[in-house]
């Protein structure tokens, strides 16, 4: 059984950084793809940024390119999510999600084990 625990969310102004961090529990080989999505009130969950386990390659959403970078901590058992330069429109529930996938993807449905979620809201 696979667990995640996220953290790190909070509030900022626009233009500020946070970095959160995903601890994941359980067999690394059953969480090959780590994922980081959000979720905006109002609104459908949605993928921020993605990473393979067993190659380090990593996807981004078009919104956070060159703003937000997924790496890992391997020996820390841990995913983190550091995003700079943060506007109004990041604002969302984050939560970061694990899955056995060969591919990582950001189709949240995709995902079998997921964080609770850490707030992250941006504003002046």
């Known amino acids: 059984q696979v667990q995640l625990v996220d953290s790190g969310g909070g509030w900022v102004q626009p233009g500020g950084s946070l970095t959160l961090s995903c601890t994941v529990s359980g067999s690394p080989l059953d969480y090959n793809a780590m994922g980081w999505f959000r979720q905006a009130p109002g609104k459908e969950r949605e993928g921020v940024s993605c990473m393979s386990i067993t190659d380090g390659s990593t996807r981004y959403a078009e919104s956070v390119k060159d703003r937000f970078t997924i790496s890992r901590d391997n020996a820390k058992n841990t995913v983190y999510l550091q995003m700079n330069n943060l506007l109004p429109e990041d604002t969302g529930v984050y939560y970061c999600?694990?899955?056995?996938?060969?591919?990582?993807?950001?189709?949240?449905?995709?995902?079998?084990?997921w964080g609770q979620g850490t707030q992250v809201t941006v504003s002046s």
């Open positions: 999600a694990a899955d056995p996938l060969t591919i990582a993807t950001m189709i949240p449905a995709l995902y079998r084990y």
